[in-house]
């Protein structure tokens, strides 16, 4: 049956199917229903491995719906480069392969400048992509107007990247999970696993809450939730989370068509005509326990952008604060409590970047907002995914904290994931994604960029 749930502020996403009756053993199990987590299914799938997908709530109902749409390579750190490479290449076939409309698009994507300083830092990383031989460049303030009519002439240029793209959220992981389900993958929704069975040390299973199943390999792709799972497995990951608020309008004709980010605002056409709006820079931190229990992993990042980030005190921390820190598979959890992550919008955000939008770029003065939402994006010390087999629990791989970077790369990460668990040569080397990094004091500083 159609187990479609649209939370009261998020955006509405399209449905999928769950299976009915859970297998009693399967190759491997997939922990959540993001872009991720329904990738390595169809990878998976695709391959002729028996693989069970348990999504909590419903496919895509967290962050995998409710970022901007972007498909890009421009701004990443250079840990990430070779995967989104990859990953535009399977955005390119998945409107064929899915027989759905993703709204893969390559329209191009900008980073503005309003003065030479401005344009000097995002210079800065086109040091970091010599190497990978991309198309980006630096553009000056008569190429910008050209590709991004109807601004108010204060742009002094740009960085921008034409084979860039964009997707529609809410349409592609839905998409990809009904492709894998074709091809023989279980998909389950409203099916939270509570723990991780083991056997001889290693994965044997996963207790869900409508049962177990065996397998010998399990992939968590459990985006903002997957600290909490691992603590009860004894992993500790240093992972937080920030809310971003964003809206979307009604169709609009006149404004551009390529995406834009400025620190002030940033915007991409959408499939349907209107515009994804959200700020260009902001993020609000709720504090909770684990603010402070991994203060000093985050130190470095928070160093950098801390004007990027405003602190909230509020209902969270006590609800965290109430979670357990260990639990059976015979005990009801948090993700069975909150089936989906849905948090309010920060209405002063979006009005401010709407409102700075309209004093840029007339066109989207008559631009009617249709609903906002937010996301909880999870986040790791280095703004980089952890792609990693855990040494101490040999079968379970983590995909988590892709950092706001997820949507973009999740078919490639996919390919990865589906690499690693069946032991074949990787399409990119994982090293840099290894959890390792956050224990063995080798963790770079982020490097990437909005």
């Known amino acids: ?28 199990v997939v922990i959540g229903g993001g872009i991720i987590g329904v990738s390595t299914a169809m990878f998976l799938a695709e391959r002729g491995v028996s693989v069970a997908l348990c999504e909590k709530g419903h496919i895509a109902g967290e962050q995998s719906s409710r970022n901007w749409g972007w498909v890009r390579k421009m701004g990443r750190d250079p840990r990430e480069i070779p995967l989104i490479i990859e990953s535009l290449k399977i955005w390119q076939t998945l409107n064929q392969k899915t027989e759905a409309d ?21 210079e800065e990383w086109l040091q970091y992509s010599q190497p990978y031989q991309l198309d980006t460049k ?33 349409k592609a992981g839905p998409a990809i999970a009904r492709y894998a389900q074709r091809l023989g993958a279980h998909i389950f929704t409203n099916c939270a696993v509570r723990t991780v069975e083991r056997q001889g040390g290693k994965v044997s299973g996963v207790v869900t809450e409508k049962g177990r199943i065996r397998c010998s390999q399990v992939v968590l792709a459990g985006g903002a939730w997957s600290s909490l799972f691992l603590g009860n497995l004894g992993i500790r990951l240093p992972q937080l989370t920030v809310i971003n608020s964003v809206m979307r309008t009604a169709p609009l004709e006149g404004a551009p068509e390529v995406a834009l ?11 349907d005509g209107g515009y994804t709006i959200a700020d260009g820079t902001t993020n609000v931190h709720e504090l909770v326990p684990n603010s402070f229990r991994f203060l000093k992993d985050f130190l470095p990042a928070v160093r950098m952008e801390w004007r990027a980030y405003g602190l909230q005190l509020n209902s969270r921390f006590g609800l965290e604060a109430s979670w357990p820190k260990t639990w059976t598979g015979d005990e009801v959890t948090p993700f069975e409590k909150i089936r989906v992550n849905d ?7 979006t009005k401010k970047a709407l409102a700075r939008l309209r004093q840029r770029f007339p066109a989207f003065a008559n631009a009617k907002i249709e609903q906002s939402w937010a996301g909880r994006i999870d986040v790791t010390p280095d703004i980089v995914p952890v792609i990693s087999f855990v040494d101490t629990l040999p079968g379970l791989l983590i995909a988590t904290g892709f950092s706001g970077h997820g949507f973009g790369i999740g078919p490639g990460a996919g390919k990865l994931i589906a690499d690693m668990v069946m032991g074949k040569d990787p399409v990119v080397d994982p090293t840099e994604f290894r959890l390792s990094r956050f224990l063995d004091g080798s963790t770079p500083r982020p490097m990437g960029h909005a």
């Open 343 to 349: 948090p309010a919008p920060v209405e002063k955000v």
């Open 138 to 170: 630096a553009i000056g303030k008569a190429e910008f107007e050209k590709l991004m009519p109807g601004s108010d002439g204060g742009f002094h240029g740009a960085l921008y990247t034409a084979s860039d793209a964009r997707a529609e959220p809410q």
């Open 1 to 28: 049956m159609i187990t479609q749930v649209t939370p009261h502020r998020g955006p509405v996403v399209d449905p999928v199917d769950s299976n009915d009756k859970l297998p009693e053993q399967v190759d491997v």
């Open 102 to 122: 993703t709204g893969f698009k390559v329209t191009g994507i900008m980073y503005g400048a309003r003065n030479q300083a401005e344009m000097a830092k995002h």
């Open 261 to 271: 980010w400025d620190k002030e605002y940033a915007f991409r056409k959408r499939l």
